[in-house]
């Protein structure tokens, strides 16, 4: 049995770090996920620059990509019709949308209401569709919002149908502020899968608590078999307060081989792509099995692939 990992780091990773990362060196991190085994990345944000100024290089990111990784499965987040005209012009191939699932979450983050929101990503997923553009969408803080705490499971399976009725092709079931347990997390994804066939869901978990681990189990317990992580662990939500790190890409790899699972992705790759992003963002990094993985894969040389 196989899962298959997206990996956010080059834009849910980067978009809220205290250092200004370089559009060569976030292709770079992205080569390295490349060459690791990782088939699908997440890699930049089509968004405001004044809204998120690391992410105002897109276009030079996405051509850099498609020029040097043609094989490479690569989304774009776009907040709205112009963010996907200027994802389209650019040459993106597949585009992401986030819904928050309540209304003082879509407030602080997009200044709009959820029903508005709601339309607005709906709008776009429909015209990127028309475009012949694969697609995703998120639904942000579906276990809890750090404005209104827990997020009502009946509005979650509400907004993630809509979504997949828009022409999402993927729905990303987001712990943003990584509050979840796995009872939860498999309990909401249970009640997913007979409303939306399986293979198009998705999960997206944070670390915050300890459990982004737990809940990727609890998670492929339910049938999921997609989810999102950021190598070394690096990310958190600048727009939601208590939003710590991605699941770790190393974690996620490493738990899905000791049990049987396929990955495709080399856990050495990975760790030399944590090497590198410490050098870029000048500080340490890794998930919870980094610091053995250095010495396993030190003892024998760094030669062993996973």
């Not at 699972?261 to 050495?268: A, H």
């Not at 790759?269 to 010495?295: D, K, Q």
Request: aromatic residues 4%; hydrophobic residues 45%.
């Amino acid at each position: 049995m196989s899962i298959i990992i997206t990996d956010v780091a080059p834009r849910d990773g980067l978009q809220n770090q205290s250092v200004t990362v370089s559009a060569e060196a976030k292709v770079e991190l992205i080569r390295l996920l490349h060459e690791a085994g990782v088939a699908s990345v997440e890699a930049t944000s089509f968004v405001s620059p004044k809204a998120v100024p690391h992410m105002a290089d897109a276009e030079q990111v996405v051509a850099a990509v498609n020029a040097s990784m043609p094989g490479l499965r690569t989304s774009v987040l776009v907040p709205n019709m112009k963010g996907l005209e200027r994802a389209h012009a650019a040459g993106a191939r597949e585009v992401a949308v986030v819904l928050s699932a309540t209304e003082t979450m879509n407030l602080k983050n997009i200044n709009m209401s959820l029903a508005r929101a709601t339309e607005v990503c709906a709008q776009t997923l429909d015209a990127a569709r028309r475009l012949r553009l694969r697609t995703r969408a998120y639904v942000a803080v579906a276990f809890d919002c750090p404005f209104e705490g827990p997020t009502p499971p009946s509005v979650v399976r509400q907004l993630a149908q809509r979504m997949a009725q828009a022409g999402a092709d993927e729905i990303v079931i987001a712990d943003t502020i990584g509050s979840a347990g796995p009872g939860a997390v498999k309990t909401l994804f249970e009640a997913l899968a007979p409303e939306l066939p399986v293979e198009r869901l998705a999960a997206h978990f944070h670390d915050t608590r300890g459990l982004a681990s737990a809940n990727v189990w609890a998670a492929l317990e339910a049938g999921v078999r997609r989810f999102d992580a950021s190598v070394g662990g690096i990310g958190g939500c600048p727009f939601a307060p208590g939003a710590a790190g991605n699941a770790a890409t190393e974690d996620l790899v490493l738990m899905a081989e000791r049990s049987g699972l396929r990955t495709g992705i080399s856990l050495s790759g990975l760790v030399r792509a944590v090497a590198y992003a410490e050098g870029v963002l000048g500080r340490p990094l890794g998930g919870r099995s980094m610091a053995w993985l250095r010495r396993h894969h030190a003892a024998r040389g760094d030669t062993a692939s996973a």
